[in-house]
């Protein structure tokens, strides 16, 4: 057990990155080519002390989860891996509807662990990705990480800022130092190579450039409420509790405002937490078994029943990009 450090009069500890506790479970049986790639992933809690003056919201904290994943693979996996990579990590970004970002290959530091031979390598195999999916970069020279080169991702808000969010890091290092070996088809052991992957990072840095990115407007699939069920009196509220009660059986996060105000404050209050559609139910939509929507921006759809409604919402999802 490390002592406790002590800053700005609180004490801390040190504990170790993710890395050794996938190796560890790697190194807990033999590994054959056979079995390679293997990839493991978790929702890791990590820590990084940052002064007291740059801590900023959610986007600059010093404790957060990171979607950590960590591949092992044989040498001639390499370039199809980060390949594939890419791919998975432009779809994720892409889906969230980031299409703006600033890729940068880091490569190695002035303090660096392994051989220069492997260095070459690993660097060589993330410019060779980078390329062969026709991705603009730019060269970040001695940024890599101690041991290896990486490549990031940073993705861009609706303001144009940058936020570091994906990494891709190919290390030869590690597996080195903790012995990570597998049976090659010779039945010579082999080592392995190591691949340290984050789609997007920091988990609270992501939630935060996304609420900067859509300013609180998210789509219809991303909003946390999806309708707001809104009805004209009292005398409606049996019937739009049923309606709420049908959207949410039917998969959709649907909440009623039952309150006793006027139907303007209510649509305002919806229209203030953006909520994607508001359903006016008033005593001609009650008695007719129909609903009247009306989009986050104002625009009114003609008064259409639940079914039909629901169609609507399945039709917008179906046109959201991939």
């Known amino acids: 057990m490390f002592s406790p450090i002590e800053i700005e009069g609180q004490e801390y500890q040190l504990k170790p990155m993710n890395c050794p506790f996938h190796i560890q ?12 790639p293997i990839r493991y992933a978790e929702l890791g809690t990590v820590y990084r002390y940052e002064p007291s003056g740059t801590l ?80 603009p970069f730019e060269v970040d020279p ?7 080169p990486k490549i990031d991702i940073k993705i861009k808000d609706m303001l144009g800022r940058s936020w570091q969010c994906s990494t891709i890091q190919v290390d030869f290092n590690n597996p080195e130092r903790f012995d990570a070996t597998y049976i090659a088809e010779d039945g010579s052991p082999r080592r392995a190579i190591m691949i340290h992957r984050a789609l997007m ?22 909003a946390p409420v999806q309708v707001d069920v809104l009805p004209v009196t ?22 009623g405002d039952f309150r006793n105000e006027k139907l303007g404050y209510k649509i305002r209050e919806s229209q203030m937490q953006k909520v994607p559609y508001a359903l006016v139910v008033g005593e001609r939509e009650a008695l007719q078994g129909q609903v009247a929507p009306r989009k986050r921006g104002g625009e009114q759809i003609p008064p259409v029943s639940l079914e039909e409604f629901i169609g609507i919402l399945k039709g917008e999802l179906e046109t959201t990009p991939t």
């Open 25 to 36: 479970i790697y190194k807990s049986r033999m590994r054959s080519y056979r079995d390679l």
């Open 201 to 222: 990072g920091s988990l609270e840095r992501f939630f935060g450039v996304l609420v900067e990115h859509y300013a609180g407007a998210f789509p219809l699939w991303l």
């Open 234 to 255: 009292d005398r409606q509220s049996d019937y739009a509790q049923d309606v709420v009660a049908r959207l949410r059986s039917a998969g959709w996060r649907a909440e």
């Open 56 to 135: 900023h919201g959610l986007l600059r904290v010093r404790g957060f989860t990171q979607d950590d994943a960590h591949l092992f693979l044989s040498p001639d996996q390499l370039d199809e891996e980060i390949f594939a990579l890419l791919d998975f990590t432009l779809f994720v970004l892409r889906r969230f509807g980031f299409e703006t970002y600033e890729i940068y290959l880091s490569t190695r530091p002035e303090k660096y662990a392994g051989t220069l031979e492997n260095w070459a390598k690993a660097e060589a195999a993330l410019k060779k990705a980078l390329e062969r999916k026709g991705l």
């Open 142 to 148: 001695g940024e890599g990480v101690f041991y290896g």
